[in-house]
């Protein structure tokens, strides 16, 4: 599904990824493992066509993604949520979901100026949607209330229900369990597991935790200074020493 290859990135002097590859597979879960500044979030923006980059291709079902422009990334099947959260604090959770399936509408200003039938038919697909989403994320007791008023962890599930709402093949995940405790965690990582049978979805996910990493994913890419050190099977890689080097050291 997805063709990274030698992919290169430079902001002044700095090289924040130096010649990347790798492939992902329909379907699966694939893991971007690294300490912080290895270049997981610059590679995520790269994917996403926020950052460009100075050497390489990534190609997307056949389809080399900088021929596609930076608007056009959510129709072509890329999700993605955000470290931060990106959330429009004062809007319902209903709302917000909804805005995610905007690059999946049609009718152009003038259509939705006139309220022509066919913005009718797509508000109410959309709608529908929304409300399929917001149940299998567990959402519908808050689905009204505003996202300013909901703890962090019911946040998150707010910002992948919204990317969710795009339909996309490829879901990037960024930290997904950042500020989540142990109870969270258990269920989010259940979620995921959910979401690719029901969606048939494949999820590329930068995480700190280990032990959700390990747990959940078919493949993992470990990054270190911006260069990939490690690719394989969760256990081929928590045994590579070059990935116990990055993460604990020589002696170790």
Do not use: W
């Not at 969710?164 to 258990?186: R, W």
């Amino acid at each position: 599904m997805l063709k990274v290859d030698a992919i290169s990135v430079r902001f002044g002097g700095i090289t924040a990824l130096d010649q990347v590859s790798f492939e992902v597979r329909s379907g699966d879960i694939v893991g971007l493992i690294g300490p912080n500044g290895a270049g997981k979030t610059t590679l995520f923006n790269c994917l996403s066509r926020l950052y460009p980059f100075s050497e390489g291709d990534i190609v997307f079902e056949g389809r080399r993604l900088v021929e596609t422009p930076v608007h056009g990334i959510a129709e072509l099947g890329i999700g993605r949520t955000f470290q931060n959260l990106a959330l429009f604090r004062t809007m319902s959770v209903r709302q917000n979901i909804l805005l995610g399936g905007h690059c999946r509408t049609k009718s152009g200003f003038l259509a939705n100026a006139l309220r022509l039938p066919a913005v009718g038919r797509e508000e109410g697909r959309l709608g529908a949607r929304a409300d399929e989403l917001i149940e299998l994320l567990e959402l519908t007791a808050v689905a009204d209330s505003r996202v300013a008023d909901l703890p962090f962890g019911t946040c998150k599930r707010v910002e992948l229900g919204r990317a969710l709402a795009a339909a996309p093949k490829l879901l990037l995940l960024d930290e997904p369990a950042g500020g989540l405790n142990h109870e969270e965690v258990g269920a989010l990582m259940e979620l995921l597991r959910r979401l690719r049978e029901q969606l048939r979805l494949t999820l590329l996910l930068v995480e700190h935790h280990m032990n959700l990493v390990m747990r959940i994913s078919d493949q993992v890419i470990a990054l270190d200074f911006g260069r990939k050190i490690a690719d394989g099977t969760p256990d081929e890689v928590r045994a590579h020493p070059e990935v116990i080097r990055a993460y604990l050291g020589v002696e170790a």
